[in-house]
């Protein structure tokens, strides 16, 4: 059975591990290097950047994971885990560290603060019909790499047209939270993904 880490260290660690399960997959939470060494699949959950960052420090786990990511290690990050999947940061904390991997430039915080948080049905290439997307406090994606995928954009309002998801080879990201909610395909479209590698 596939088994598909979630990296528990902060954020929507629950969320995710209920919908990964209701796919079939064995869902497990990732806290030590051990952990993330038995996992086919990780999600890097929603959550605050810097904190998420800073424990990943104190876990041991930065130099890991950017080692299972440049293995090849399939990775879904959302919200929070996009910025950390980033190798390029706008508007970071000072000294703000991330994993890596996905040639991308993201903006923190980008759609304003808390009150700022707003929903929208959006289209997702691989997924069938439109994705209802909440977004908090989220990021958007200032810049792609040429091997990077754009999978969905703002499709209304003064954000219009903001890239908000997208993939790399194993690695995919959205500024949303496709875990809040009982819609599943995102996470099925990531699945889907670790199965084939």
Do not use: Y
């Amino acid at each position: 059975m596939t088994t598909i880490g979630v990296l528990a260290l902060q954020g929507d660690v629950r969320e995710h591990l209920r919908t990964l399960t209701s796919l079939g997959v064995r869902a497990v939470p990732v806290r030590r290097r051990a952990e993330l060494d038995a996992v086919d699949g990780l999600v890097v959950p929603g959550g605050e950047s810097t904190t998420m960052a800073k424990l990943a420090r104190i876990f041991e786990l930065v130099e890991p994971l950017r080692e299972r990511v440049g293995d090849g290690l399939p990775v879904f990050g959302t919200c929070a885990g996009m910025i950390l999947l980033a190798d390029r940061i706008e508007d970071g904390a000072a000294g703000q560290e991330t994993i890596g991997g996905l040639d991308i430039t993201v903006r923190r915080n980008a759609f304003g603060r808390q009150v700022d948080s707003f929903e929208e049905d959006l289209h997702v290439t691989g997924v069938a019909g439109p994705v209802h997307a909440v977004f908090i406090r989220a990021p958007w994606v200032e810049q792609v790499g040429p091997d990077v995928e754009v999978l969905a954009r703002v499709e209304h309002g003064p954000a219009a047209d903001r890239i908000v998801a997208v993939r790399q080879g194993r690695l995919l990201a959205t500024s949303f939270h496709p875990e809040v909610g009982d819609d599943s395909r995102v996470h099925r479209l990531f699945v889907e993904l670790v199965a084939s590698t």
